[in-house]
């Protein structure tokens, strides 16, 4: 496999966001996990909404499916396979922040 044909990343300002964990599924599907940099909780006598909190994280999907044509000489089984791999992966991310956070993560990423 030619490196130029897959993967997924992201790009984070650290002086704005921190890192809690980076977990990749296979080239095709990595989560990530943000939170902001500075999310130490404030103390005060009467805080205001939200205020005195610890921010929550944010968990970010990056993914980048199989296209329809696939690679030259793959079968149309082949292509299949990748596809139904792809979406197993990309459940797996889902299911996996569901469980960490409770919420749902923001997908994001080239369908095809």
Known sequence: MDRSEQGTGFLVRSDSLRIVRFKPFSPRVSLIEIEPAN????????????VGRKPQSSIVISCYAPTES?????TAYDRAVALEEFYAQLNDAISEARTSTGRYPLVCGDFN
């Open 39 to 50: 999310s130490t909780p404030t103390t005060g006598a009467a805080p205001a909404r939200g």
């Open 70 to 74: 696939g690679h030259k000489g793959q």
